[in-house]
């Protein structure tokens, strides 16, 4: 028995064949998307900021010659706050002047550095030596002793990095560098390894195939 199938009108155009859905992994949803660039921006700031913060307290002193120091008192509050790590640039002695911001170590007692502003300078004539007297911003009379600059250059502040300080004190307690010594490498690798070997995901929609003419 033959069978016999209907004749297709001239000029007549056939239906497209319907296609099949595409499957597969499904796009990740918008927040979890935003969470994820988030995250990866957020590890790259992190790990500039500790690059710049090695280079400018480690690496610079030695290379463009400033210094750098973590004011523990709040004498010279609010110009410089407790916590704060001040930049202090060599000045020639002779360039001392009143209203300065100069670092030096007081004749009396520990010898310990200070931080405070000039408010008084005098030069001996006979051998050209310089004292200063100095005051913090905070304290309501000048510092009880008089300072001799020895030597060719003294440090003025230029720069102040807010709370810089309170992060170097807390990253020195040993816990916390334990952890930054073998964890922060640790995650960095097994991060780098996450973005080396994850599967690229095929998010191209499947084209449809062209209907016959």
């Given at each position: 028995?033959?069978?016999?199938?209907?004749?297709?009108?001239?000029?007549?155009?056939?239906?497209?064949?319907?296609?099949?859905?595409a499957?597969?992994?499904?796009?990740?949803?918008?927040?979890?998307?935003?969470?994820?660039?988030?995250?990866?921006w957020?590890?790259?700031?992190?790990?500039?900021?500790?690059?710049?913060?090695?280079?400018?307290?480690?690496?610079?002193?030695?290379?463009?010659?400033?210094?750098?120091?973590?004011?523990?008192?709040?004498?010279?509050?609010?110009?410089?706050?407790?916590?704060?790590?001040?930049?202090?640039?060599?000045?020639?002695?002779?360039?001392?002047?009143?209203?300065?911001?100069?670092?030096?170590?007081?004749?009396?007692d520990?010898?310990?550095?200070?931080?405070?502003?000039v408010?008084?300078?005098e030069?001996?004539?006979?051998?050209?030596?310089?004292?200063?007297?100095?005051?913090?911003?905070?304290?309501?009379?000048?510092?009880?002793?008089?300072?001799?600059?020895?030597?060719?250059?003294?440090?003025?502040?230029?720069?102040?990095?807010?709370?810089?300080?309170?992060?170097?004190?807390?990253?020195?307690?040993?816990?916390?560098?334990?952890?930054?010594?073998?964890?922060?490498?640790?995650?960095l690798?097994?991060?780098?390894?996450?973005?080396?070997?994850?599967?690229a995901?095929?998010?191209?929609?499947?084209?449809?195939?062209?209907?016959?003419?």
């Amino acid at each position: 028995m033959t069978a016999v199938l209907p004749a297709r009108a001239p000029g007549a155009v056939r239906e497209p064949a319907p296609v099949a859905e595409a499957t597969g992994t499904a796009r990740p949803a918008p927040i979890r998307a935003a969470a994820r660039l988030a995250g990866r921006w957020t590890l790259r700031a992190l790990v500039a900021a500790a690059v710049l913060a090695f280079l400018g307290l480690a690496v610079g002193p030695h290379v463009l010659g400033y210094r750098t120091m973590t004011m523990l008192t709040g004498s010279m509050a609010p110009a410089i706050a407790p916590g704060d790590v001040i930049v202090s640039t060599p000045v020639d002695v002779d360039d001392v002047a009143v209203g300065m911001i100069i670092t030096y170590r007081i004749p009396v007692d520990d010898h310990r550095v200070v931080t405070h502003r000039v408010v008084e300078v005098e030069r001996t004539a006979a051998d050209g030596t310089l004292s200063v007297r100095t005051q913090g911003d905070a304290n309501a009379a000048a510092d009880p002793w008089t300072a001799v600059l020895s030597g060719d250059t003294a440090w003025q502040v230029q720069a102040v990095v807010p709370k810089l300080g309170t992060v170097i004190t807390a990253l020195r307690d040993p816990a916390v560098s334990t952890a930054l010594v073998y964890g922060a490498p640790a995650l960095l690798a097994a991060w780098m390894l996450l973005t080396i070997w994850r599967p690229a995901r095929d998010e191209q929609p499947a084209e449809a195939p062209a209907p016959d003419a």
